[in-house]
């Protein structure tokens, strides 16, 4: 993990990162708030170029659609790229409850789909796993035993997976960007299997969180450096595809159909809230690396598919406060992920806001009224003192004259049971700061 | 109607949210060019990133493509259709390398081509300086498999199509956008670090990218401007 923030310092050295953050934001800020512009602008050009375009309120509309389109074409057989979105709605489970084999071919992704795990960082989803742990998961699909060397692991892995490629009925992908101008998805990959699910199998169908659009490729000449800088310390990545559509009348190669299904699930909940830029996030993993949370835990602790400091913010977000309020407070409120966030999403600030709605949503009445009450007490010097005096004449019959409370009636024995309780001293420290 | 209901919704949620104006001016990135002759930072970027690189003058294009297949140890080869002016010196060289060039009717035989050709040799749009990257792109008279799927790629690319940096290059993309059903910028060979953070070189795509940069600072500096010949009508 440090070697990832050493690279991401280098690849920023020499360059002034603060002007391209703020860059960076104004441009997720701007997009995001014409949403609506945009997506229709994006979806007209898209459908001109022969796209098709599916807008999907929920997870299960979306995952229905892709199903309904596997189904029309009997596929068999799904490679798939590496995709958030597709882990928030579920869909492999889905696909393979129908009898469909999904086979992952990001190679962190396919380690892990082996192992049936889930990804534990949003950029190398297998960074839990030693490469003794590969090797032996690896051995395990062919029965043939195989050496730990990483070099030999992914040759193995580009051989089962180039099969698969060849033989798929379909192609799903997440979209890191989609051009509003001119209706292109853009995917951004180091290995080339975005190229792969995009170009061999007959369809392709691209999953877009409905946030991921820039208004023209003239941002992106800041967002993708600034996205692959962050994430992996890159100036570039090695493939960033500008799809954009089935193949043409005398192509040799390329798709016969193309989908791009425009998921909100959630989101546009969050746009009239003061949450609305946790939607600028462009997904590079950054916060995470930096996360003193994240780097002890690791990413399945979240439980939800975003992990790290944005994870905490929108989990709860999407998922709701029953299912995920806990997770803004899994955080020190260090700030490294502000600092770090390549367009400047106040992540921290967002954590805190998050634990008072969270809060008030959840805490019970009594606690409420505790706490109403304790910081009654402490509002004003006078009162503190009052308070302090009555506090210490009531602790007496408890700590007979003693330096620790050790039993104490309800509600306080849930807390002496387990742990003693200093006494409040017989002389508060201003008083014997005045008798001096 | 599902679209319709879908940004209703969103343009409600927005209602009274001011946007803030998009940047006037981008500031430099890593990725702007920096002034430098362009050849010569596309060359140190790509072998940076692990490619290989070389200028070439017309003449000895030939030459330097026969050295490249020997050593990729190439036997069979696809070619793409959109080495334009090059691909006659293209052909001269495989033939002296001893390379056979796998013809191929239709997509089905294409791809079968591309899946077993050692060597996949394609023109490309633009290259840029500030990451050696080259954009490759797809239509009628270009191929997406010949790049992606042999173990090695070999592209051909005159130096007026040198741009400096990403302002230069998505400034000219939407043109390239309009012309071709899809467009990719590839940096070096295909790589990953997915375990234990080592960097393996090869994964799904090729293994070794292979740039021949024809200097048309001499033969063909009256090219300049024009657009790429594989931007052709399509049939």
């Known amino acids: 993990m440090d070697t990832v923030l050493e690279r991401r310092a280098a690849a920023f050295e020499g360059y002034d990162l603060e002007a391209m953050r703020r860059a960076g934001e104004a441009i997720r800020a701007h997009t995001v708030a014409r949403l609506d512009e945009y997506l229709e602008r994006f979806a007209d050009r898209a459908e001109e170029r022969g796209i098709n375009v599916f807008f999907a309120d929920t997870a299960a509309e979306a995952v229905d659609y892709v199903r309904r389109i596997l189904d029309r074409r009997g596929v068999r057989l799904v490679t798939k790229g590496k995709s958030m979105i597709s882990e928030e709605i579920g869909l492999n489970h889905t696909l393979e409850a129908a009898g469909i084999e999904v086979v992952e071919t990001d190679l962190g992704e396919y380690i892990v789909q082996l192992a049936r795990e889930t990804p534990s960082h949003i950029l190398m989803p297998a960074m839990h796993k030693s490469r003794a742990d590969v090797a032996e998961t690896f051995s395990a699909v062919t029965g043939e035993t195989l050496s730990d060397d990483p070099a030999m692991l992914t040759a193995f892995s580009r051989r089962i997976l180039r099969d698969k490629f060849l033989t798929a009925g379909a192609g799903i992908t997440g979209a890191n960007f989609g051009v509003a101008d001119n209706g292109t998805v853009v995917l951004v990959t180091n290995e080339g299997n975005g190229r792969m699910c995009s170009t061999l199998p007959p369809v392709h169908i691209a999953l877009m969180g409905m946030e991921r659009l820039v208004p023209s490729t003239r941002e992106l000449a800041v967002l993708l450096p600034l996205l692959t800088g962050s994430g992996t310390g890159q100036r570039v990545s090695t493939y960033v595809s500008f799809l954009g559509g089935p193949r043409r009348m005398g192509e040799l190669d390329g798709p016969e159909e193309t989908h791009v299904v425009v998921v909100d699930n959630g989101r546009s909940a969050i746009l009239s809230t003061e949450f609305r830029s946790a939607l600028h996030c462009i997904r590079c993993g950054a916060c995470q690396n930096v996360c003193p949370v994240f780097r002890q835990v690791g990413g399945h602790a979240y439980g939800g598919t975003y992990g790290g400091p944005i994870g905490a913010v929108l989990t709860p977000l999407l998922a709701g406060f029953a299912r995920a309020g806990d997770l803004p407070h899994a955080s020190s409120l260090c700030a490294a992920c502000t600092e770090v966030c390549p367009v400047r999403i106040p992540l921290h600030d967002q954590l805190l806001a998050l634990r008072r709605d969270v809060a008030k949503e959840r805490a019970p009445r009594g606690e409420r009224l505790s706490f109403r009450l304790w910081s009654a007490a402490w509002r004003t010097p006078r009162r503190f003192l009052l308070f302090a005096r009555l506090a210490r004449l009531l602790q007496t019959p408890l700590t007979l004259g003693g330096r620790r409370l050790r039993r104490a009636p309800f509600p306080l024995s849930r807390w002496t049971r387990g742990r003693d309780l200093p006494a409040l001293a017989s002389r508060t420290f201003r008083e014997r700061w005045r008798r001096r | ?235």
């Open chain 2, 1 to 235: 109607m599902e679209r319709e209901r879908f940004l209703a919704r969103v343009r409600q949620r927005l209602a009274g949210v001011d946007a803030p104006p998009l940047p006037d001016e981008l500031p430099a990135t890593p990725a702007s060019g920096d002034g430098r002759p362009l050849a010569e930072r596309f060359a140190e970027e790509l072998r940076s990133i692990g490619g290989m690189v070389e200028l070439v003058s017309l003449p000895g294009l030939a030459g330097a493509v026969a050295a490249a297949a020997r050593e990729a140890e190439a036997r069979t080869a696809v070619v793409a259709p959109d080495l334009g002016p090059f691909s006659g010196r293209v052909a001269q060289g495989l033939r002296r390398a001893g390379v056979e060039v796998l013809e191929a009717e239709g997509t089905a035989a294409w791809r079968d081509a591309c899946e077993r050709a050692d060597l996949g040799v394609t023109g490309a749009l633009a290259g840029v300086g500030s990451s050696g990257s080259i954009v490759a792109a797809a239509g009628p008279s270009s191929s997406r498999l010949a790049s992606l799927l042999p173990p090695f790629h070999l592209a051909v690319l005159g130096t007026d199509r040198l741009v400096p940096g990403f302002e230069e290059l998505f400034a000219d993309l939407p043109r390239y956008l309009m012309d071709f059903s899809s467009a990719v910028l590839i940096s070096g060979p295909s790589r990953t670090a997915d375990i234990e953070m080592v960097l393996v070189q090869g994964v799904h795509g090729p293994r070794h990218v292979h740039v021949l940069l024809v200097d048309s600072t001499r033969a063909g500096s009256k090219k300049k401007g024009r657009p790429p010949k594989a931007a052709g009508p399509s049939p």
